[in-house]
């Protein structure tokens, strides 16, 4: 197979663009079925003239249905797309950054999408589908979900479907509020991945950071003592990865906290702590919800982070040695992979 590739990438170079443009066509759909042409176009980062020549194509080849309602996978298309998975995965090299990335980083497992999301949007939308598709792999029947805010779970809230042998799981807010949109909040995000995934939602009404005595009171509160038994109940978690100094300013932190990030070179933030190059941490800012000591105590955890300006804050996350699987771009990967 691999000498049949080679031997066609050299007597047709632009093979391997076609495929793969085609394969991300194919996968979308697969994801996101039914849908509309615009809203595909959208996902994909194309033009609809372009999309529509791709669409025509993979119709004509037996490969999509096209009606009123959107397009779907045939059974051949969906054949097709499994048998693609690996192989694009191997020709593209992914494979080879994946198993690398998995050593440097001791992570699980790993999952490289193609591009680079600080510069291509519609990567955050192969990312959230790449997320998807792995909870989809790893939840079990009446599974409790725990899930972060961000930019990033926000796409993965975009794109969630109802999960396989209809597993209708409840999702619960992992964390408080940080004060930003509405939509990149755990809140908002909990309750679209449940609305999506055909589940249930449970919510966490309380501000992400608080003081002492704040913490001793709301925690006490019996409405939310019960989320918070739910979340550390949660059999999988999944979270993003934040720059030290996006995430510090984004909780509108003071300028003695922002002074003191700079100076301990904080590059990492997760679950209220930040973190250096070594994987230190610098400092915990005092939050309501999941804690980082207790995340990994027998459930999936899946990060999902990627752009080659988080590569430094995924390095330093890993110091920590958590054993949870990782979804990021090629941005990232290489950044993390080239860095001194």
């Known amino acids: 197979m691999d000498d049949l590739i080679n031997v ?8 391997l663009e076609v495929m793969t443009s085609r394969y991300r ?4 759909i697969r994801f996101l079925q039914p849908i509309g042409r ?15 020549g791709e669409v025509t194509f993979l119709h004509e080849q037996g490969l999509i249905d096209m009606s009123s309602s959107g397009m779907r996978l045939t059974q051949e298309g969906d054949r097709l797309i ?10 593209s090299g992914r494979a080879e950054l994946e198993k690398q990335l998995e050593k440097q980083l001791g992570a699980t497992d790993v999952v490289v999408i193609p591009g680079d999301s600080d510069h291509q949007p519609w990567v955050k939308t192969e990312l959230g589908l790449a997320c998807v598709k792995v909870m989809q792999d790893y939840a079990e029947a ?28 409840l999702f619960i807010s992992a964390r408080g509020g940080l004060g930003e949109q509405a939509e990149n909040q755990a809140n908002t995000i909990c309750t679209k991945m449940a609305y999506k995934a055909d589940g249930h939602y449970r919510l966490l009404h309380v501000p992400d950071q608080v003081s002492e005595e704040s913490y001793q009171i709301m925690t006490a509160e019996p409405s939310i003592h019960e989320v918070l038994q739910l979340i550390d ?32 070179r904080a590059v990492a933030e997760a679950f209220g702590y930040y973190f250096n190059r070594d994987g230190e941490v610098v400092h915990k800012v005092k939050t309501i919800g999941l804690q980082l000591e207790n995340i990994y105590e027998n459930r999936t955890v899946i990060a999902v982070a990627g752009g080659h300006s988080k590569a430094q804050a995924i390095q330093a996350y890993y110091q920590q040695g958590p054993s949870s699987i990782l979804i990021t771009d090629e941005g990232a990967a290489r950044g993390i992979l080239n860095a001194e």
């Not at 409790?144 to 799981?169: E, H, Q, S, W, Y």
């Open 8 to 15: 066609q990438q050299k007597l047709v170079p632009d093979m």
């Open 25 to 28: 066509v194919l996968q979308s």
């Open 38 to 52: 615009r809203t595909l176009a959208s996902n994909l980062g194309v033009t609809e003239r372009v999309l529509r």
């Open 82 to 91: 499994h048998t693609l998975d690996d192989v694009i995965s191997d020709v």
């Open 142 to 169: 009446e599974t409790i979900i725990g899930v972060t805010g961000g930019t990033t779970l926000a796409a993965v809230a975009d794109v969630m479907r109802p999960f396989k042998n209809n597993v209708k799981p």
């Open 233 to 264: 109940s949660a059999g999988m978690i999944v979270h993003g990865i934040g720059d030290a100094k996006t995430m510090a300013e984004r909780r509108r932190s003071s300028e003695v906290l922002l002074k003191k990030i700079h100076q301990e």
